[in-house]
């Protein structure tokens, strides 16, 4: 699984899971991503949400004291990569309340850092759907926030037996179905990195401070 990227540097890829649990099955999928990833010639960034330590949001705090310092590490993070993946858990058929309060934090940063970024969505459930549900939930945020999320998620069901001792995984065409993912949205990331004469055309998202009254921008 090869793509091309810009000469002179590699694609960079910011990989996390979106797990606190040390035996998190998300944790173990962002881990395996990050090497299907690496195998594209890309540079990756392996992280997990516990590096991005947060408190609730709370705009007193804010005004007060400004972005705490993992929503400002998080922060930069997004902003030296080029796309982002994330391997997120459901909870109650959503997304993590964790996830959703660093996105939450993240997007007080002028400029914020979702804007025009790639991101890739995985999840994985002992149900047999896989935390899918989550992912449709987690989309909307990133999505309001300029986010070009992958059109195609991955969620692996039943991950309680879902990975080999060796960090594979063990359901029958489920590593050969992550690989295509995966090679598919790197495919679409490098090109936008090495085809910089291409014009991209977006909409301001709702609340953004912008110098300019416009509605949209183009970037060339």
């Not at 960079?12 to 991503?33: D, E």
């Not at 692996?156 to 179905?177: C, I, M």
Request: hydrophobic letters at 40%; proline letters at 7%; aromatic letters at 8%.
């Amino acid at each position: 699984m090869t793509t091309d990227s810009r000469p002179g540097r590699p694609v960079r890829i910011l990989v996390f899971g979106a797990a606190l649990r040390a035996g998190s099955t998300n944790a173990r999928l962002a881990s395996l991503a990050s090497k299907l990833i690496a195998e594209t010639g890309a540079e990756v960034d392996l992280a997990r949400i516990r590096d991005f330590d947060m408190p609730l949001y709370d705009g007193d705090a804010e005004d007060a004291e400004g972005l705490p310092p993992g929503a400002l590490a998080l922060c930069e993070r997004i902003k030296r990569c080029d796309a982002f993946v994330v391997s997120s858990p459901e909870y109650n058929a959503s997304v993590p309340g964790l996830l959703k309060n660093a996105v939450d934090w993240v997007s007080r940063a002028r400029p914020q850092p979702f804007k025009t970024k790639h991101a890739l969505l995985l999840s994985s459930s002992p149900s047999m759907i896989g935390g899918n549900r989550g992912l449709w939930a987690l989309r909307v945020p990133l999505e309001h926030l300029g986010t070009r999320v992958y059109p195609d998620m991955f969620s692996l069901p039943r991950a309680h037996e879902g990975f080999t001792e060796d960090g594979r995984l063990a359901h029958p065409g489920s590593e050969d179905r992550l690989a295509e993912t995966i090679c598919g949205f790197m495919r679409l990331v490098s090109a936008d990195v090495q085809f910089v004469c291409l014009q991209r055309r977006w909409y301001e998202f709702p609340g953004d401070r912008t110098d300019a009254p416009v509605t949209h921008r183009t970037e060339g």
